[in-house]
């Protein structure tokens, strides 16, 4: 198939590509054509492997044992990361402790803080690190460990090590996949392994992930739900998560763009 030659699908690829993930109703009415000629583009497109599919939807295809790139996931659904992170500032107390990890997400929320004052921030995230310096009113303590470079996040057994000293306040975690079973996936065994001990050591877990994330697979099991205290999102939680969220007494902040 030669997608190139039909630019409705090109239209189509490129509204997926930056929103991660959309609805057959929100390609609809964003392209104006019906939902009939979108079900047909879409199947065609995921014939061709440039898409995949899931239930009332479609979205960026992914690997269970690789991430997309850096840069490619800074610019995937920038408007709803963005919306996430003014969500969760806007919960963040002045004078607390936080622990901030690896991802696009958690960076949007590292500049959404940047006029908290008091903060105290521990993070195996450069990236974090570099943006929340810009805060004078911000302490920020970087784990040691590997850096992996494509996305300056900081990994390993002495990451994990490192942060068992601490007990704070708030865990600031990102994910790549939450699957249907209400497990957390993520792709790197090592990064994982540092997650986990964030959990351990908060006294709560908030999740920032946007709506991409839901029924996205990935390897390696980070967590499950119950382990999680609030979830800030986009949008609506599409089935079954909102049961998985309310048996797991998960509170869910639903950010406006």
């Not at 057959?24 to 061709?48: H, I, K, P």
């Not at 999102?233 to 509170?251: H, I, W, Y």
Request: hydrophobic share 45%; with cysteine; glycine share 8%.
């Amino acid at each position: 198939m030669v997608v190139n030659s039909n630019p409705r699908q090109i239209k189509l690829l490129n509204v997926v590509r930056l929103r991660g993930a959309a609805t057959v109703e929100e390609l609809a009415d964003t392209l104006g054509v019906t939902l009939q000629t979108v079900r047909r583009d879409v199947q065609r497109l995921a014939d061709a492997g440039l898409l995949a599919r899931f239930h009332g939807g479609v979205q960026v295809p992914s690997s269970t044992v690789e991430n997309i790139a850096h840069q490619q996931r800074e610019s995937l659904n920038a408007a709803g990361k963005a919306a996430i992170a003014r969500a969760v500032a806007g919960q963040v107390p002045n004078g607390c402790s936080l622990v901030i990890n690896i991802g696009t997400t958690t960076e949007a929320i590292a500049r959404a803080l940047l006029h908290h004052t008091g903060l105290r921030v521990i993070t195996n995230n450069l990236n974090v690190a570099a943006i929340l310096s810009g805060n004078p009113q911000c302490e920020v303590i970087v784990a040691g460990g590997v850096v992996r470079t494509r996305d300056r996040g900081i990994i390993g057994e002495a990451t994990a090590d490192f942060i068992r000293q601490f007990k704070v306040d708030i865990a600031l975690i990102g994910i790549s996949g939450i699957e249907a079973d209400g497990s957390l996936r993520d792709f790197d065994y090592r990064e994982v392994k540092v997650a986990q001990t964030i959990i351990q050591q908060s006294r709560e877990v908030w999740l920032a992930a946007d709506h991409s994330k839901f029924n996205r697979p990935a390897m390696v099991e980070l967590a499950t739900l119950p382990q999680i205290d609030r979830l800030f999102t986009d949008r609506a939680p599409p089935e079954p998560f909102p049961t998985l969220l309310a048996d797991a007494g998960v509170r869910c902040d639903i950010a406006a763009e």
